[in-house]
DNA sequence: GTTACTGCAAAGCTTTTGCATCCCT
DNA sequence: AGGGATGCAAAAGCTTTGCAGTAAC
């Protein structure tokens, strides 16, 4: 956690392992799946400060904030250019690293200054195809459905 | 609206306004923004009912929940493939109509059946651009930073 | 006449905020 | 010592649910 001093940031112990937990993880956890993770080994650590620790490593660009969940946010410590392909069924996440070739021609941009862009791949992954050929459209099938 | 008879779907006065303000729309409004406008001519209209309308018409297929914006759902009547276009200040969203060949390779898609895909392009719209360079990053940046 | 839909209010879930206290630097 | 962070609780924003009444079929 090294590469956080210096940076006009307090590194108290429940930032720290905010930080550890998330090093390294390609699980793109929740809020919540954070906090409950941390909470065994650090009963004090309150939602705030996870969602504050999120924000702030969220801003400096050290974790991606992904909306691939209705609903909820999912957090990637990886910050390098990928893409994300979700199970719809279990919410699995798992990265995508395909160089995909995606400029936009000046009609379709629309005046827009492009920034970003993301692919979101929807599937079932392999234990979830076995177990539930259906049942996935509950709760409001999402734009998935192509 | 006709094409909505005969599907064991009761054409309520409400529903009518719901599918009438969507048939054509390319605002990706939101609930809110449905609720907002019909609001005025149907009072009685309820947020329930806009919730319940538009469950129904995802789940048939002839509208598609967009989670471009983050923590709110956005909806589309046009249904056929397509990806999106957001502004990041004033969160306008056009279609993008852009033929990309997407296709993973075996050892990108990990064993994942593959069933759709939607490319999220984040940029400024021409008036926001002139309005506002920066401000943006408020609330948390999210995966548009690279 | 049935069945499904409406609308209200209440509840649910995720996230944000206010504020007194605490502690990293 | 000072300014930022913590943690609690309350509140906010979006969405869902329960249920009695109502209207489409």
């Given at each position: 956690m090294e590469k956080f001093r210096g940076l006009g940031l307090k590194l108290t112990p429940q930032r720290i392992a905010i930080m550890q937990y998330l090093?390294?993880?390609?699980?793109?956890?929740s809020a919540d799946v954070i906090y409950k993770s941390l909470t065994k080994k650090y009963p004090t650590m309150s939602m705030a400060t996870v969602y504050n620790t999120l924000e702030v490593l969220t801003n400096r660009g050290y974790v991606r904030e992904l909306t691939i969940e209705p609903q909820k946010k999912r957090f990637d410590p990886n910050t390098k250019h990928h893409h994300h392909l979700m199970c719809m069924a279990c919410k699995k996440i798992v990265d995508v690293h395909s160089a995909v070739n995606v400029d936009l021609s000046p009609e379709e941009h629309d005046g827009f200054e492009i920034i970003g862009h993301h692919i979101e791949f929807y599937g079932l992954c392999q234990p979830c195809k076995k177990r539930e050929p259906i049942k996935l459209l509950k709760g409001g099938s999402h734009q998935w459905q192509m």
């Open positions: 090093d390294g993880n390609t699980e793109h956890p």
